[in-house]
């Protein structure tokens, strides 16, 4: 039965953690999802699939691109509609949304924290999958503003728990920009937006000169620039856009909002928000205040985090769910954590102590050990064979697991337990042993990257 | 912007829980976790995808259908290998074993909780998409015998603490049925395995005529059906095979680590195993121990939790890496204890208080309360409009949000919260209020079914 050779070699663009990796991204998810559901968020799931058509009516930018799933040995996959995988967690949610409106209680508030798919080109912190840890909150026919400013507050909290250093949420709204150009004259709203999105990679002059390519005078693509350079951790950005001179209905409403969401920042997080009025983000389904989010220090990473308002996503027709969320990009982060900052976890293991074997005969006495550990909470394991104790410490000491639990070895026939970092080694009772709260779940560390 | 009205169905195969479901599921999925952690099984996730070539070369059922993935938009489609949904998490970890081989440390214990995708006919309790939950140790070389007692030992553990009530895991090894055919003169130890597994389905005859069929005699084909019909609790199935009158060194090899895992069972946790010599699992790559697990009264379900003894998955030529494991259906049995026993949980979100906004004006001192809650372990949301207080109260009501709390609402102009279930209103303050444990999360309630 034994097959034969096989080659196994990583798929470009679907990472894989370490063990210890692994560990540091669970402590990040689970501090991310305690955050959430302090606030309230429900979790939920939704299938890895939609159909095809769903998915690329949404978002449709060339780089999200689709993967289409299907039954490879499906006789009836003719009469399968088309699925593919989902490239983010927004859209299944709207549907969601729509297929159990009947059942949700609104305005609904949810958490979901799931793998997404991306055909896009696999670079340094980008992937084909990826975890993302979302939360939106959507409601009937309108939705209350103050729900704009809540989503960056709540990751800032998350964040702010998390070992990620300053961060900066960066905000904008997408009518700003929007009633900018049309009170310039520019109706190409989408195009311009496209263009200067583009204003980080390209920079300033390259920017202004496809404006002007694309119709723009030189005066209306001096005003887009001189507008996307507008940002601000107070209010004062509204002062700074009235200062250029244009009015458009869509103008003010835009500054009100992102006015009303700075506000909320100043007062209950300050520093945590800034006004960026370059910010626009490429999913076409955002409709008004957009979020990203940059690690002070390495903004060259692009956006940890983002969201922002749909107004239109989820609709039967009749009746539109509009709503706002956040995302954070969670492998992503770890990721560059992980590669660029040196983060991982203490040990390799949950497990705390090591339970030494004497010999195969009393195999049944570290069991009971171990079973005594665990019911008070001590994550353990038994050692794999009756080795030599010094192969059994250095079996815990690759893992770093702490301690090691030494059955009978005590002068009264009891146990000792010996913390192989210093030596120490100590009578101990399995059933009254504190094992030291720093010890109990693996730490975070910083290895030299 | 408004999109056309669009037509949302669900996806047969691929269920999708409601808010309180979910709750539930993630009460079921934190406590396996907690186990799987307590028994030191470090965490991994694996990559969804894999070469459809490696999919197919294993575990190759008829009923595994394998998922295949590819880019809607790839040109260099052609140049990626094919890939496909993995359908259980086994072949993906002896892969990543096989891959990471020089940075893990053996034994190398693992859990992995994932989404799994199979696509068979969907039917009660079987579906397209599904998350499994996993623990396997594998070793170099060989693999000590005793993990494979306590494989089922750790899942019993998990299951004592969820509400599924009695439950039983069946034991058996596949050298007893393969030693046993051949000392009786049946070659063809698959095809006979085969036969006698559709026994639950067909029943005794017709099995017995697809022996004979299939090249039995008429005493083969009783002694394999005698063979099938021995169970018990403790050793005594030892005699009742060789009371049989049938030798082969596998069927001795297979009786005495049977009874070496039965053994186990027996003094660490009595009554849960059992010997079931019927057992045989569809995964072809098996090759010792297997697991099947029935929760007593729900039999029909079939097996929420499988697994066993493979010894040639994980190879690369030179090394093999035997391993054993254990997997919970998870999706599968959450969803039948709330189809079939009216699970679900007590409310709809995590949120045990919903702080009531006064007016818009003093929303803020609203956020501050639900701030300090917070910060002291209390999950809770603020209400989403500063409607009359018998609609706040509703909004709380509807989602089993048990306390509402009235910034303001005391005589001295401190804060109230009231217990919407009592009625009972008191004075408190954020900084102090203790929230009943009972309330702090999501209890797990039994509806009519």
Not at 133 to 153: C, K, R, S, T, W
């Amino acid at each position: 039965m034994t097959p034969p050779a096989e080659k196994v070699t990583p798929i470009s663009g679907f990472p894989e953690f370490l063990p210890a990796e692994r560990l540091l991204e669970l402590h990040f998810l689970d501090t991310i999802r305690e955050v959430f559901e302090l606030h309230g968020f429900a979790p939920l799931e939704t299938r890895a699939v939609e159909p095809v058509e769903r998915l690329l009516g949404k978002g449709g930018d060339a780089d999200k691109e689709v993967y289409g799933v299907s039954r490879l040995a499906g006789e009836e996959s003719s009469r399968d509609a088309a699925l593919g995988l989902h490239f983010d967690l927004t859209v299944p949610f709207a549907r969601y949304v729509l297929e159990n409106a009947g059942r949700l209680s609104f305005p609904f508030r949810r958490y979901q924290v799931q793998k997404v798919w991306r055909g896009e080109r696999p670079q340094e912190g980008r992937f084909r999958e990826f975890t993302q840890a979302d939360i939106d909150v959507v409601d009937v026919g309108g939705l209350a503003p103050h729900f704009e400013a809540e989503m960056p507050l709540v990751v800032a909290e998350a964040f702010r728990r998390l070992p990620v250093g300053e961060f900066r949420i960066q905000v904008n709204n997408r009518l700003v920009p929007e009633g900018f150009y049309l009170g310039i004259g520019l109706e190409d709203v989408a195009g311009t937006l496209r263009i200067v999105d583009k204003l980080d990679k390209i920079g300033p002059d390259k920017v202004a000169a496809q404006l002007v390519e694309a119709g723009a005078t030189d005066e209306q693509a001096r005003l887009c620039l001189a507008l996307a350079d507008i940002r601000s951790e107070d209010l004062s950005f509204v002062d700074a856009v009235r200062a250029l001179g244009v009015s458009h209905p869509s103008l003010e409403a835009g500054l009100e909002a992102l006015a009303a969401v700075v506000r909320a920042g100043l007062e209950r997080a300050p520093g945590t928000l800034v006004a960026d009025l370059r910010i626009a983000r490429g999913l076409d389904y955002y409709t008004g205040t957009v979020y990203e989010t940059q690690l002070v220090g390495s903004e060259d990473w692009g956006s940890v985090c983002s969201g922002g308002r749909y107004d239109s996503l989820a609709s039967d027709g009749r009746t539109t769910y509009p709503g706002v969320g956040i995302s954070i990009g969670l492998t992503r982060l770890v990721h560059l954590l992980v590669t660029k900052r040196g983060l991982t976890a203490s040990r390799s293991t949950p497990a705390a102590v090591l339970v030494a074997v004497v010999d195969e005969e009393s195999r049944t006495r570290s069991d009971a050990v171990a079973a005594a550990l665990r019911a008070r909470g001590v994550p353990c394991e038994v050692a794999p064979s009756a080795a030599k104790f010094g192969k059994q410490i250095r079996y815990a000491d690759r893992r770093g697991i702490p301690y090691v639990w030494f059955p009978g070895a005590g002068e009264s026939g009891g146990d000792q337990v010996k913390d192989i970092r210093s030596g120490d080694q100590v009578d101990a009772d399995a059933t009254t042993w504190e094992c030291p709260t720093a010890d109990l779940r693996p730490g975070i560390v910083t290895r030299e990257p």
